[in-house]
């Protein structure tokens, strides 16, 4: 079995705790009972990768955490770190059919962790989903090691294919594993699940190895199959003045260095700023306050119903501290005689746009940008026959993950423009078993 390097010791993301604690036994089975098994179940449609949460709900309730987490792996290799970043109250536990009785809907994720961190702690994954195919001897290139590449692999690996695995950075996992805020999942335990999907079969991750266009060409030429989840690119730049230089961060970017930078440290004794409405935004602002930075402002350019992000993502960062300023547009990053940054100045927003004349200052030490990630698709555009769409997408058939060339599939963030995770793993599942189709291991 592949050891990958693990997260180093004294990361800012270590101090974290757990927003949602994992149940013991007793607490599963009790939650477990709670469920009435719906016919036709609205939780599992609500589920991207349609896992069959009434019969794994059963299982626990029966004491049977193994067979719980073979339902679950079945359809979801990576149903373990999905148990602790699925947005489940828009999914899942959002469409529990208790919340329309106005009583506290099956908190299925923790349910899920429950049967999935029980069963492989003593179990390996590969007894808990169905056997290996026999060898087939095809091999295929996974670029990059996000969430569609490793479920990809797993599923390939199953139906006997060699995968092999490249990631420009040091540690796999992609963002599953760099950009999970940390009171959800800590980035190693994102790297243990890909040491069990990697021991399913003839899978192997080559870190530290980016590939380019030149590369890529070689790789399709080499296998027998590619599959692209590239993910996206650098944090957007709000283009104001002040905003290139120290103190003034993309989100994922930050987010990244404190889960696995030792040496990163947040300075911010004015307090910080985060610029966006979506998720990420949400996370970063949240993270921030939870490390104790004082006065956490997420300053964004419309009201509180246009912003993306999920309002119970909100309300937790509210209830931590977070300040939610509606209409504000951030025009400029003002900086001291030595470079640091010590506040923005702000214009009120009209329909998203700043309003001329309406400025003022707010004292911070710290801003963090989560207005979006560039696209790295400049990648594909030399292979003959893969599309990228306006949107800097690349562009499949939606059920087979198929670009236009015959031997590349592609799914994940590069492919939806940024969903979440489990949409992730569910097109690595998809662009799989096209491509064992194609090569006949299916
Ligand atoms: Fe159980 Fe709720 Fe799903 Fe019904 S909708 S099967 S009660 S988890």
């Known amino acids: 079995m592949q050891n990958l390097p693990r997260l180093p010791d004294g990361r800012l993301e270590e101090r974290f705790e757990p927003a949602k604690p994992p149940y013991d036994p007793a607490e599963a089975i009790t939650e477990a009972n709670r469920c009435i098994y719906c016919v036709d179940a609205p939780c599992i449609r609500a589920c991207p990768t349609g896992i069959d949460i009434p019969t794994f709900i059963r299982k626990i309730s029966t004491e049977n955490v193994k067979g719980a987490a073979r339902t679950i792996l079945s359809e979801n290799l990576l149903g373990y770190s999905c148990s602790r970043v699925c947005p489940v109250e ?51 290139a996974l670029i990059g090691a996000g969430p569609a590449s490793v479920a990809a692999a ?3 690996a199953l139906d006997g294919h060699t995968a092999v695995v490249f990631d420009r950075k040091a540690f796999g996992g992609g963002l599953n594993a760099l950009g999970i805020a940390p009171y959800k999942m800590q980035g190693n335990d994102a790297i243990q699940e890909m040491e069990w999907v990697a021991a399913l079969g003839d899978v192997r991750f080559e870190l530290g190895q980016g590939v380019d266009a030149a590369r890529l060409a070689q790789l399709v030429d ?47 004794p004015h307090g910080a700023v985060v610029v966006g409405g979506g998720n990420t935004a949400l996370d970063i602002a949240h993270e921030l306050a939870v490390l104790g930075v004082t006065e956490v402002t997420l300053a964004y350019r419309r009201g509180r119903a246009a912003m993306s992000g999920y309002a119970h993502e909100l309300d937790a960062a509210r209830k931590d501290g977070v300040r939610l300023l509606e209409d504000a547009v951030v025009t400029e990053v003002q900086r001291g005689a030595d470079g640091e940054v010590t506040g923005v100045r702000v214009a009120r927003a009209e329909g998203g ?90």
């Open 90 to 140: 828009a999914l899942c536990v959002g469409a529990c059919v208790y919340n329309a009785w106005e009583r506290s809907p099956i908190q299925i994720g923790r349910l899920q962790r429950f049967a999935t961190e029980t069963a492989l702690a003593t179990t390996p994954m590969s007894a808990l989903v169905r056997p290996r195919k026999a060898a087939t001897g095809k091999r295929v």
């Open 222 to 268: 080499d296998f027998d199959a590619v599959f692209i989840g590239i993910g996206l690119g650098a944090d957007s730049a709000l283009g104001v003045p002040g905003e290139h230089g120290p103190g003034v961060y993309g989100a994922v970017d930050l987010v990244e260095r404190l889960k696995s930078d030792p040496s990163f440290a947040v300075d911010a």
């Open 353 to 442: 746009r700043a309003v001329a004349g309406t400025e003022w200052t707010l004292a911070t030490s710290l801003v963090a940008v989560a207005i979006g990630q560039g696209r790295v698709t400049s990648l594909v555009e030399g292979l003959a026959g893969v599309q990228v769409d306006a949107k800097g997408r690349v562009v499949v058939d939606a059920a087979t993950h198929r670009t236009g060339h015959p031997k590349v599939w592609s799914g994940g963030d590069c492919v939806n423009g940024g969903k979440e995770v489990v949409n992730a793993v569910q097109e690595g599942k998809l662009a799989a078993r096209d491509i064992s189709r194609a090569l006949g291991g299916a």
């Open 154 to 156: 797993g599923w390939l």
